[in-house]
């Protein structure tokens, strides 16, 4: 299994930014990792996901907004978020899994996830 800590989160107002950052203990190479977010009410929706080779994937309801960034070294994953909305309030979770998998309930270790808040 892999250790995961997010850090990064915190309050902003509408518009404004954060950055998110995921640190994987050992070698997380070979393995997908992603953001996921929980909102109040709500299951897990994957937000990004990185898979081994690079290839990046964003939910529709994040792309022009979010970035992963590509140069993070291979146990990390920072997210960047800019243009936030209140709809974006939710408890972040980084995750890593085999696959980058759309479904929450196939991915393997997870974060204690970190909360953003959007006012």
């Known amino acids: 299994h892999v250790q995961l800590v997010e850090s990064g989160g915190g309050s902003a107002q509408t518009g404004g930014s954060l950055r998110l950052s995921c640190r994987a203990s050992?070698?997380?190479?070979?393995?997908?990792m992603a953001w996921f977010r929980q909102r109040v009410g709500a299951g897990r929706e994957r937000v990004a996901a990185?898979?081994?080779?690079?290839?990046?994937a964003y939910a529709d309801f994040v792309k022009g907004r979010f970035t992963v960034s590509p140069e993070t070294p291979k146990n990390t994953l920072d997210l960047q978020m800019n243009g936030l909305q209140s709809g974006d309030t939710a408890m972040y979770y980084c995750a890593t899994s085999l696959a980058c998998h759309t479904s929450a309930s196939m991915w393997d270790d997870w974060g204690q996830g970190t909360q953003v808040t959007v006012s």
């Open positions: 050992g070698d997380s190479s070979t393995l997908c």
């Open positions: 990185r898979a081994s080779d690079g290839r990046i």
